[in-house]
């Protein structure tokens, strides 16, 4: 093997790609994205709610920590900048949220099923707004658990640094006053070293990667044992690079003139490679939904315990802890396998058959009841049955007694 073995390896694969593969049902694939991506609507919502409320509370006194009211404690200018974090962060996680919405099948035909397909653009935008989107809490969710002046100065100034290098005059001169731009210039000052997080006077950023702010977080927030979430992040943030950097695979496999090829379902046509395209948005949204759970919803928390009064705090913490709640009940609900107790004999009959998920959602399986179609549409859950004699009326389970399916009792 040479270098010209391997390059002409590389040559046949970027020009000759294969033809994408399916490896999941497309329709409850696009039902798993809705669920989802009404889980992060919902959060997006609680999260602008308590970033309004966070501003009016942190301007009175009266329900601030005394450390954060002190107007001589390093502390004091936190309770301005955090609202403004926080609105930042919103707007990134709106963002994200819109590009990884569900596809509008509507009036979709044989005809124009090719509005359905996915390029450049279409996983551009989506992995580079994942790519914001867990960049942009991670980093905030390590300054929201340290809390500390100097790592929070480190963050802005170099982000500040880069941003002016290009930024015209007249948006700089809007944005920045001359105590800022002072201070920026201090920082370009410094050497080397502490220009990349060494501590300064006034600066000093100890973990300086994202792998180290993820397993910095990980600690803080007693998840170490949560491994496959850490590793997921991680593997997500350099999937992302590649799209967001140089994107040499990236932009052959989106631009390929590979032949698509027509699918369909009970809601009409759609593309091969637009199910592979959601395959990938389904993936991201659950890593992402779990960081925004586990990792930044936490560290917001940690973050008020710290700064509100503890009346006050108490009702937030509660606030926080049943969104998170909620959002870790809806997933848990997601993709499951449950059994139905049944009497023997109705699958196969001519009677549809009502069967309740867990998520709420109701499928009406009909006749002739192949297992195939015993799934939850919604969260993408499948059906198993365990069949009973028909003297057989209700069970009992770990969660109380239950109907057996055709059985003439009533409902319980």
Known sequence: MNEVDVLKSIAEQLTERKNAAALNNYEVLCNNIKYVNNIFNNGINLLTSLQKRLDEIYKNDEFISDEFKNNSSKYCYFKMIIPRILLNNINIIQKFEYYTKPDDRTNITIKTVGKLKKDFFDYNNLVTSARQFIDSLIVDAYQFTLLDPKEINFQVLTSLDSFSKYATRSILESLFDSNIRTYLEEFRKLNHKKRKGEVSPFTKCNKKTFGEKVDYLFNCLNLTNDNNLKEEIKKLFSFSSEFTHIG??????????ALDVVFGDDFGPYLLSTENFNELKYEILVTTIKLFAKI?????????????????????????????????????????????????????????????????????????????????????????????????????????????????????
Not at 250 to 256: C, D, I, K
Not at 298 to 308: A, D, F, G, R, Y
Not at 350 to 367: F, R
Request: charged share 20%; glycine share 4%.
């Open 248 to 257: 040499y695979i990236s932009t052959f496999f989106t631009s390929s003139n």
């Open 296 to 412: 930044y919803l936490p560290s917001i928390k940690n973050m008020l315990e710290k700064s509100l009064e503890q009346n006050i705090f108490k009702e937030y913490q509660e606030l926080i802890d049943t969104i998170i709640l909620d959002i870790t009940n809806k997933l848990n609900t997601r993709n499951n396998e449950y059994y139905f107790p049944i009497i023997k004999g109705l699958i196969g009959s001519n009677e549809t058959i009502n069967l309740t998920c867990k998520c709420n959602n109701v499928t009406h399986w009909s006749p002739p009841h192949e297992l195939r179609n015993a799934y939850c549409k919604k969260c993408g859950s499948r059906f198993g049955f365990l069949e009973f004699q028909d003297n057989v009326e209700c069970i009992l389970t770990s969660e109380g007694p239950v109907k057996v399916i055709g059985s003439k009792t009533q409902n319980i």
